[in-house]
């Protein structure tokens, strides 16, 4: 059965850098490396409420 993967912070041990993914469909797609310090590979955990707010937030904003 197919379903929505659960919003996604990926973040870099290394610099302390994080994005927070929110998908659309089942596909799950990662960053392979830190586009700030280039570390890999990144550490993924669920999103916290305020996390996917911000997410969200940010793409209504097109940032």
């Known amino acids: 059965m197919v379903f929505k993967a659960p919003p996604m912070t990926c973040y870099c ?3 302390g850098w994080k994005q927070t993914i929110i ?3 089942d596909v ?5 490396s830190c586009p700030k310090c280039e570390h890999a590979p ?4 669920t999103a916290t ?5 911000a997410a969200k937030l940010k793409g209504l904003l097109g940032r």
Request: charged share 20%.
């Open 13 to 15: 041990e290394k610099c």
């Open 28 to 32: 799950l797609m990662f960053l392979p």
């Open 49 to 53: 409420a305020s996390e996917v707010m």
């Open 23 to 25: 998908p659309t469909s």
């Open 42 to 45: 990144l550490a993924h955990r």
